[in-house]
């Protein structure tokens, strides 16, 4: 589970940008985080609460972070799912870093050694610790 600061977890969401890219959501306003079949990536996704932050991120083209969103519903039924066994959270845009930063800066940077993008690289949705949130944050503002 996430470590939170306060009430607030971080995590980290994939998603390939040509199939749903940053400007996707900007343009929805909201979406509807679905489709995730692995269960250490669904069980993130239960954790998650309304209020807490991700990081988005465009896997296979970019590969890198390109904003933040915060999870405005969480815990719902996936609207993918017939079954209804997996779960789903609903997402809205904070902002666009002010400069994406590349998995390639990430793996460079040491105090990011640990982090799970690189550890779990295959996790779809992954724990973000508060130190390696504050430290990406630093990174896209130099």
Do not use: C, Q
Not at 40 to 51: D, F, Q, T, V
Not at 97 to 119: H, M, Q
């Amino acid at each position: 589970m996430a470590k939170s600061t306060g009430n607030k977890s971080y995590w980290l969401m994939k998603s390939e940008p040509d199939v749903y890219g940053w400007d996707d959501l900007v343009s929805e306003g909201e979406g509807t985080w679905d489709g995730v079949r692995n269960h250490r990536a669904a069980n993130n996704l239960r954790a998650m609460k309304m209020g807490d932050e991700a990081f988005f991120y465009h896997s296979n083209v970019g590969r890198e972070i390109v904003g933040i969103v915060t999870i405005s519903e969480a815990g719902i039924v996936d609207p993918t799912d017939p079954e209804s066994k997996w779960v789903a959270v609903k997402v809205k845009p904070v902002r666009k870093l002010a400069r994406p930063i590349t998995l390639k800066e990430i793996k460079a940077d040491n105090s990011l050694a640990d982090i799970e993008l690189v550890r779990l690289s295959r996790l779809s949705v992954a724990v973000i610790r508060p130190e390696e949130w504050k430290r990406i944050i630093e990174m896209s503002e130099k």
